[in-house]
């Protein structure tokens, strides 16, 4: 199994400016200067893939990587920080 087998068939490959303006969408900032600088200098950021020298999104992948970083709800810092419920719900409008 190549990592390309885990992308859905019709997943859209977004490039750095279109993964950040996809995020922006879901409420979450970051510059594409950001995402470079994730990729190079941690091993966390949302999963790449290569065209040559042109890095790309699959938006399914981006989605799921944004949503396991938010944390759930807190009302205080002392609360201890617990991985958020934020899977895609059918009842939310989409952006």
Same mark, same amino acid.
């Given at each position: ?6 992308? @859905? @068939?019709?997943? /859209?490959?977004?490039?750095? $400016? &279109?993964?950040?303006? &996809?995020?922006? $969408?879901?409420?979450? %900032?970051?510059? *594409? @200067?950001?995402?470079? $600088?994730?990729?190079?200098? +941690?091993?966390?950021?949302?999963? /790449?893939?290569?065209?040559? %020298? ?12 944004? %949503? ?5 709800? +807190? ?6 920080? +617990?991985?958020?419920?934020?899977? @895609?719900? &059918?009842? %939310? *409008?989409?952006?």
């Amino acid at each position: 199994m190549t990592d390309l087998d885990i992308l @859905a @068939a019709d997943d /859209v490959l977004l490039n750095r $400016k &279109e993964a950040s303006r &996809e995020l922006l $969408k879901m409420g979450i %900032r970051r510059s *594409p @200067a950001t995402l470079a $600088k994730i990729f190079c200098t +941690r091993s966390d950021g949302p999963p /790449v893939t290569h065209l040559g %020298r042109t890095p790309y999104y699959p938006r399914s992948l981006l989605h799921d990587w944004a %949503r396991s970083r938010l944390t759930g709800l +807190r009302s205080s810092s002392s609360q201890p920080r +617990r991985t958020g419920d934020w899977s @895609a719900r &059918e009842d %939310r *409008p989409s952006l």
